[in-house]
């Protein structure tokens, strides 16, 4: 990524849906959620997986300290809750993949054209 542009992972989508899980007051109310993910020229992209099985054997290949206490039924929930945020925020710049479906490869390959889109 060149100066201009940044990646910050999960902040607003994650305090969406981790207070959910685990049961502790969320950072943001959806007014605010919304008002952060329209922030012009800026693209959001929120990823999930159709496959609930696969993306908890990845979590759990990845092997990190975080993880060693790894529970599927929330990993499933979680992933449940970002496939609905998704689709649930109204906003042109929020893309959603289903990581199950699209590799990373095309997801950034998406990416650049969108971006060489809004340059026009």
Partial sequence: MDKNKRVIDRFSVGE?????????KGKL???DFELTMSVPNTFYVILYSSKDNELFNRINLRSEEKDIDLNYDLVEKSNKLFEFIGKTV???NVLVFDIAKISSKEII???????????W
């Avoid at 969406?16 to 502790?24: A, E, F, H, N, S």
């Fill in 29 to 31: 109310e959806w007014f």
């Fill in 90 to 92: 109204e906003n042109k």
């Fill in 16 to 24: 969406m849906i981790y207070p959910v899980l685990y049961g502790r």
């Fill in 109 to 119: 390959s998406k990416l650049e054209e969108l971006e060489e889109l809004a340059a």
